[in-house]
């Protein structure tokens, strides 16, 4: 038997590639398929199934693309509904791979076609369960996706208690946990970092699996969770529908794109969104950009900020154009119409140039003194650290829908973690009007060490 873990930084998730006796099975395949092909091809596999947990909603899976290219099946677990040819599994259903099987545990709560799949050893002995979004390492999974006017969050959580209590739990302790996120996905509210654990210890260690009733359940599991991004139902269409290939994605999206050319599309509603990094944005971008660097969780952040609905140009460093466009269709934005490298030709056709001023964190005190007010745009969790006084928290995920908390004829100070987030909001706030901007470098890090006087 052979397990592997392929893990997806920028999107926090995790797939597995499980093979015996040259056969082999894939959970949850983001949509690049060759990290997949390479490893049956080294390991001279054959994919018989593409097992899928439930339907994604912050990122388009890989299945229809990978059982097109290599004829393995697809499955997916009761309930679920698509418009290809697939599996829908029943409850305790078996599939066999080599000497090893898998077998269905219908796990309704984070939505209604939830699955796990456990696997068995040759001796029939239970060895891991591939939890999807059903359980984390630390956490749960989200219960408030699959609403409907049948169905509630509520609803939904209870479910949830069912499947983790009556099913999960009753999995032996040494049973290993692999689950479908890891730390910064948007599918639970406070996973791990951990990427895999044991039933046994999540029983100790997991707050949602300690002795409680479904009710006093449904209220810790339904407190505190953020809205879902707005990209997140139009990728369960994508995975429950079907999807364009990759390729033909970048064969239309990689255009080089004329200062008029660009022009022409901003004035009917193109966003150009620049994924340099912040200290490179800020120094000089095509007035109304969108700076979200391509690093970390690149692609969720432009799922939060941006509509999918929306015309895209990429704003990259020369030859990072196609990872770019490959990174954004892992969550199924596709509506890229070109690309730019570079500012001078910009600047060649007389077109405005705009900056971002950004200062170390002494020189904030006589700012603030000056009346600068100062924005804290981490999460609500963050503050416990600590914040500096009197500022206003209005989280990066909520900016654009409270704008009207802040006017635009003040100055700003504005302030993340460690810089990368408030180079968005700067953007943002840039884009929307504001003109009186300044970014704080290296974030409440940096103020909580420099000036202890502005803290609390």
Partial sequence: ???????????????????????AVIIDPIRDSEPYLRLL????????????????????????????????????????????????????EEFRIGELVFRVLHTPGHTMESTCYLLLSTQNVEQAVFTGDTLF??????????????????????????SIHNVLMKLPDDVV?????????????NISAERESTIGTQKKCNYALQPMSEEKFVEIVLDGIAPAPIYFAHDVNLN??????????????????????????????????DVRLPNAFEKGFIPG?????????????????????????????????????????????????????????????????????SIDPSGIVSLINDKSIVLDVRKR???????????????????????????????????????YRSMIAASILKSKGYQNITNIYGGFSAISKTIDSCVI
């Fill in 381 to 419: 969790s963050e503050l416990e650290i600590g914040f500096v006084k009197n500022s206003i928290h209005i989280p990066l995920d909520k900016l654009q829908d409270n704008l009207n908390q802040i006017k635009k004829t003040d100055n700003f100070l504005i302030y993340c973690a460690g810089g």
């Fill in 41 to 92: 091809k080294n390991r001279n596999a054959n994919l018989k199934y593409i097992l899928e947990t439930h339907f994604h909603a912050d990122f388009v899976s890989g299945h229809i693309e990978l059982a097109n290219l290599t004829n393995a099946e697809i499955v997916f677990g009761p309930n679920a509904t698509t418009s290809y040819k697939c599996i829908i599994a029943d409850d305790k």
């Fill in 289 to 357: 950009s969108i700076n979200i660097g391509k690093t970390g969780m690149f692609a969720p952040w432009v799922g939060t900020i941006i509509s999918p609905q929306k015309k895209l140009i990429i704003f990259c460093n020369n030859g990072e154009e196609e990872e770019v466009v490959s990174r954004l269709a892992r969550i199924g934005y596709e509506n890229i119409i070109g690309y730019i490298n570079s500012l001078d030709e910009w600047r060649m056709h007389n077109q405005e140039i705009d900056i971002i001023q």
């Fill in 137 to 162: 390492v630390g956490e749960v999974g989200r219960p408030d996706l699959a609403v409907n006017p049948n169905l509630t969050s509520k609803d939904l959580a209870k479910k949830l208690y069912q």
């Fill in 177 to 189: 946990v692999y689950p479908g996120h890891g730390a910064g996905s948007a599918c639970g509210k």
């Fill in 240 to 273: 429950k529908n079907g999807y364009q290939s990759v390729s033909h994605t970048l064969s239309k999206s990689l255009n080089q794109l004329s200062p008029k050319q660009i022009s022409s599309e901003i004035e009917t509603g193109a966003i150009v969104l």
């Fill in 1 to 23: 038997m052979y397990i592997e873990q392929i893990y997806t930084s920028c999107l926090a998730q995790a797939s597995y590639y499980i093979e015996s006796n040259g056969e």
